[in-house]
């Protein structure tokens, strides 16, 4: 391998590591009522480049700012590279475009935002795309350690023809999820039932007024999520001889699909603080990750088929090329 390719590869890991700090600054903005802290100014901060900082908003909302510049700085020069290197390779094109445009669907929310003074629907598309950006990146990454040039995916055996569905659909149903937690915190209403896992005071009584159905919904997310995990994973376990690699990520998926759910207990608990509050959607981004890569690498590849033993075998190339 090139030395170029391993600085390439590089680059791309610390630019989805950026994207993860990103987010996590912009979680931090909104939870400590940063959001306006360089005023109705954009791209300036309260009508200057480099703005004095006169209390902990200010410089917090900077720091987003300029934080959000250098890691999209960082990416678009990887995705250039990315492009210009593996020209043929679809899916480097595909996820490098994805990371690009949801970065700039972002920075446009993010300016409406402040230009509109926090409307809730935008934080919360604000923050949904700044989610898919990282996610964009991260599969980007995943591909350029693979091999671009030639496409191989990771043989997953059996577990490509009949999971690759599901872990779709956890993954559009987590970003649902994502979006209404992110609705449900702006629009004030995360603390509305200060008991868990239900509400009232003792944790079991039904929720009674609006916003305390948006938190129960929210919790029932979890759930819902939850319960998908066990599936997947009893249906995992029927193949795990044959495909091992599958089956720990999914274990690994599950493992943060709990402490979500703990960390979101601890969140109630502490009356939405900000530590518990950074701990949960870091989580959540990790948990994202995880089934982002997992759905990438159990989608069938169409050079390959499976049969009806869960064994592998080339697709004939005329048949390869129309799917």
């Keep these: 391998m090139r030395q170029s390719d391993r600085l390439l590869r590089g680059l791309a890991a610390l630019g989805t590591l950026g994207m993860f700090l990103v987010n996590m600054v912009g979680f931090l903005d909104t ?27 200010v410089l917090i909302e ?25 020209r043929s390779s679809r899916p480097v094109k595909l996820f490098g475009a994805l990371a690009v445009g949801f970065i700039v669907i972002q920075s446009l929310l993010g300016a409406a935002a402040v230009l509109w003074v ?15 950006s990282m996610i964009g990146m991260e599969l980007l990454t ?6 671009p040039i030639e496409g191989k995916h990771i043989p997953v055996g059996q577990s ?10 956890i993954w559009v149903y987590t970003f649902i999820a994502i979006y209404w937690g992110s609705y449900v915190a702006f629009r004030g209403a995360g603390a509305a039932c200060p008991g868990w ?24 997310f979890a759930l819902g999520l939850a319960i998908l995990t ?11 001889d044959r495909d091992r690699a599958t089956m720990w990520g999914a274990w690994l998926m599950a493992v943060f699909v ?15 603080r900000t530590n518990p509050y950074l701990l949960h959607v870091g989580n959540l981004m990790v948990l994202f990750g995880i089934e982002s890569y997992l759905t990438l690498v159990t989608w069938p590849d169409p050079k390959v088929q499976t049969d009806s033993q869960g064994d592998e075998r080339p697709v004939p190339e005329g048949l390869s090329a129309h799917r």
């Design 31 to 57: 939870q400590t009522n940063s959001a306006m802290g360089c005023g109705p100014d954009w791209p300036l901060c309260n009508g200057a480049v480099i703005p004095r900082f006169g209390n902990v908003h």
């Design 62 to 86: 900077f720091l987003h700012r300029a934080i959000v510049g250098g890691f999209s700085l960082l990416t678009v020069i990887v995705v250039v590279w990315a492009w210009r290197r593996y």
């Design 118 to 132: 926090n409307p809730t629907w935008v934080l919360a598309l604000h923050l949904g795309f700044g989610m898919l």
């Design 142 to 147: 995943v591909m350029l350690w693979w091999d």
């Design 160 to 169: 490509a023809s009949q999971l690759a569905g599901w872990f779709s659909f």
């Design 197 to 220: 896992p239900l509400c009232g005071l003792n944790g079991w009584s039904l929720p009674t007024t609006g916003f305390e159905w948006l938190d129960a919904i929210h919790r029932l």
């Design 230 to 240: 066990v599936w997947v994973l009893v249906r995992l376990w029927r193949i795990r």
């Design 258 to 272: 709990a402490t979500q759910i703990l960390t979101g207990a601890n969140l109630v608990w502490s009356h939405i």
